[in-house]
């Protein structure tokens, strides 16, 4: 708002919350009058101060009037500890009036007359009008509140003023009269999930525009509301035109070979094994190989910390300060915020190597499940569009099992690749095993693999020879056992 609008621009006013902007298209529209709706504690007064002072620091001049016995000091006093508050614009751009002693005296005549001389006086473009049950409640009648509500419309309308009305009302409870009169309606909900409590907004009416649909995460917090569109609703588009023309390395010389020459650029490839089986080390080799060609690499993690990550680093010789590194401890996730937080990390860096590693912690962060498979399409498809090649991980419940379980399975027939880790008991001891389930456009080995991690990081061999048991975790050996004489990264055992 601070800078000139232009005429596009001219007909929105912005919400001063980023994501509730891109949720209306835009803003509201200027002269609009909206509903926002929600139960006590729902975040309304918070939403409503924020714009208010987001208004005012951008140029323009607001009103908050308040229908409610509560004081403007206490008001003021909670609002003075959220980042968005400017003890210096109250009084002067953004004046608070309590409306409710003239509602009672006289009624919603006089409210209307108090609304239509303070804001002239105040020459504001901004009107919050805090408590609207209020006003229902001293109307004579339907008639005359909806005469009321039709009178404020019209004039805010000719003065281009733009009107939140703020009411403590639950709209499953049914469709009032003033919500079929005003130009939107939105809706906020909090409910408890377990021990977490979850915020959602809902637009449930926008004339004169589109809008993202569905419900949308917010949180409050000491910057104030901070809303996260539905991932979907935002970046959900089709995969067309793009086709895979360069293979890059995986970072492993003899995987490579094995996959056809690497992975495509841009291309998603999952990795499925249970703990300890090498997946996260698999994934580093895949971005200390992106960062050695002057690839900007990411590993976004929910497992491993960052300090864990660099030791790990340390131990196979790779520098840890070639890769950005981001953490999400698993507790107290929005799925929306991740996939914002990633999609920025990738903008601000230019990334084009990406490890996730340990997506589960991803898929656990909604309270929806339902959205897990449409959230990692959309998410897949938007890192192929910025031509992000990825790598994922996904934890396989059982360490050791007749038949591996695939948790992965939708997220497998998302991404390009799939690749399997499992451990098997061969006599006395434990051995890894690598497999190539799926490759996207080429060919692919179709054997069962050892592999060992050395100092030197991941080491492929020959493949497994076995009679039965080769898919299980008790395969049994056809001939000698294979030795290990290959090196480090990228040969194979003979």
Known sequence: MSEAPTETEAARVSSGIDGLDTVLQGGFIRGGIYIVSGRPGAGKTILANQTCFRH?????????????????????????????????????????????????????????????????????????????????????????????????QTWVGLMGITVLLLASTDLRKGVKPEHTMVDGILELRSRAQGQRWLRELKVTKLRGSAFLEGRHAYRISSEGISLYPRFEALYGRRR???????????????????????????????????????????????????????????????????????????????????????????AELLLDAIGYQLIKLVEEHGVRRLLIDGIDGLSRATSYPERVPAFFTVL??????????????DEA??????????????MSAICDNSLTLRQVQTGAQLNRLLSILKTSASNHSRGLFEFDITDRGIVIGQPLRMTKGAATAVPVRKGKATKVTGSGRGKTRK
């Not at 004081?71 to 980042?83: G, I, N, V, Y």
């Not at 897949?380 to 991980?393: D, S």
């Not at 419940?397 to 939708?410: K, N, S, V, Y």
Request: some cysteine.
């Open 56 to 152: 005012v620091a951008g140029g323009g001049r607001a009103t908050y009037v308040t229908l409610l016995s509560e004081m403007h000091d206490a008001l003021l006093t909670h609002m003075s500890r959220l980042s968005f508050f400017d003890r210096a614009a109250v009084g002067s751009s953004l004046v608070y009036i309590n409306g409710y002693t003239t509602l009672s005296d006289s009624g919603l005549e006089g409210l209307l007359k108090l609304l239509r001389d303070s804001l002239r006086a105040q020459g504001a473009t901004l009107l919050i009008v805090d408590g609207l049950v209020t006003a229902e409640v001293f109307a004579r009648s339907d008639v005359a509140y909806k005469r009321f509500i039709q009178e404020l």
């Open 397 to 410: 419940r059982e360490l050791f099992a007749q038949d591996m379980e695939m948790p992965g399975l939708t």
């Open 240 to 330: 067309e035109g793009v086709h895979f023309e360069k293979r890059i390395s995986i970072g492993i010389e003899a995987l490579d070979e094995l996959m056809g020459g690497g992975v495509f650029k841009g291309s998603t490839t999952l990795m499925l094994g249970p703990s300890g089986s090498g997946k996260t080390v698999l994934g580093l080799h895949f971005l200390h190989a992106g960062a050695a060609a002057g690839e900007p690499a990411l590993c976004m993690g929910f497992a491993e910390s960052p300090e864990t990550i660099r030791a790990i680093m340390k131990r196979l010789g790779m520098n840890p300060n070639e890769l950005l590194i981001e953490w999400q401890p698993a």
């Open 380 to 393: 897949v498809e938007e890192l192929c569009a910025r031509g992000v090649t990825t790598l994922i991980t």
